[in-house]
């Protein structure tokens, strides 16, 4: 890109986000929240407060032990589903809750994984 396109593509930024600024600066809702932002500043500041404190006293569960961060919240995950696979060669049975079984893996190994989920019992 040229020099010069490069220039007029930033100029015509310029100006689009001028026009959002002045729009901003109109409204209404803004307004209320500048003002709304610096009572509660003066307010803080007069006791002495953050808003690390004011958070603190309104939702204590939402910072961990050092004030820093939310403690993260645990999932519980739902427990595994047994798996029964049946030789149809030997007429063997597995059951597992994972593919981390020694005998499943021979199976794979020799027949193809795909050949052996068929061989799963529902």
């Known amino acids: 890109m040229s020099k010069l ?3 007029r593509q930033l100029e ?3 100006a689009e986000q001028m ?3 002045e729009a901003l600066k109109g409204d ?3 307004a209320e929240e500048i003002k709304f932002e610096e009572k509660l500043r003066n307010l803080l500041g007069e006791y002495g407060k953050s808003l690390r404190d004011v958070i603190a006293i309104l939702d204590p ?3 961990n032990r050092k004030g820093a961060a939310p403690a993260p919240i645990k999932a519980t995950r739902r427990e595994r589903v047994v798996k029964v696979y049946k030789n149809p060669h030997t007429g063997e049975t597995i059951e597992t809750k994972g593919g981390n079984h020694r005998q499943l893996k021979e199976w794979k190994s020799e027949f193809g994984a795909d050949t052996v989920e068929s061989w799963l019992s529902k």
């Open 61 to 63: 569960a939402s910072l």
């Open 19 to 21: 026009a959002q600024l």
């Open 5 to 7: 396109a490069e220039f």
């Open 12 to 14: 015509k930024h310029l």
């Open 28 to 30: 209404a809702g803004l």
